[in-house]
């Protein structure tokens, strides 16, 4: 796999949903990646720590130039716990647990995001404004509600399927109401 390539098409990636998800400076972005279905073969099999260190790095530096925060969310082994900054954690209040993620636990995104992180910690549950989902790794649950399905042009990184989500605030009222979009 041609690194200069793979950084390219994940930063299209990341672009088209950024320019759909409209957050703001502050705002969280989650990422959801499985290095295994990168390489296309069966998720959680075969993590691959030079992949993970390739996602991570490539959408930490596409967000940070935005002001926006990056939570890796890990695998099903940690309870699809996440990383993020201390200070992200601690403005959301959101609660910080104890573990240090691996490759067999936790995956290569999340221990990429403890070497590129400048204070990293882990936390169970957040509430983002967008995120992508490299792999099929169920993201939604840290999305906060209205989400909305984005397509990237390309479906793949690699092996992988990817899929994205935005948020909305949500439509309240009833026949009377009116809304801006």
């Known amino acids: 796999m041609d690194k200069a390539s793979f950084v390219a098409d994940l930063t299209q990636m990341t672009t088209e949903v950024l320019a759909e998800a409209n957050l703001k400076a502050g705002n969280t972005f989650v990422l959801g990646c499985s290095t295994s279905e990168i390489l296309g073969k069966k998720i959680g099999k075969f ?25 890796v969310q890990g695998c099903e082994h940690l309870n699809r716990a996440l990383v ?4 992200v954690a601690e403005k959301n209040n959101w609660e910080i647990v104890e573990v ?14 403890f070497k590129y ?3 990293p910690v882990e936390v169970e549950a957040i509430v983002a404004q967008a995120g992508i989902d490299i792999g099929d790794t169920a993201i939604g649950m840290h999305v906060k509600h209205v989400q909305v ?3 990237p042009t390309k479906k793949e990184l690699g092996g992988a399927h ?4 935005r948020s ?8 009377r109401a009116n809304y801006r979009v």
């Not at 990817?162 to 989500?165: D, F, K």
């Open 168 to 175: 909305r605030p949500k439509y309240v009222g009833g026949p």
């Open 84 to 87: 993020v900054e201390r200070a």
């Open 162 to 165: 990817v899929t994205a989500l």
């Open 100 to 113: 240090l993620p691996s490759l067999t636990a936790g995956g290569a995104c999340s221990v990429a995001a």
């Open 47 to 71: 993590p691959s720590q030079e992949i993970g260190e390739w996602v991570v790095e490539t959408l930490k530096n596409s967000l940070d130039q935005q002001g926006l925060n990056l939570a």
């Open 149 to 151: 399905p984005v397509r």
């Open 117 to 119: 992180f400048d204070d």
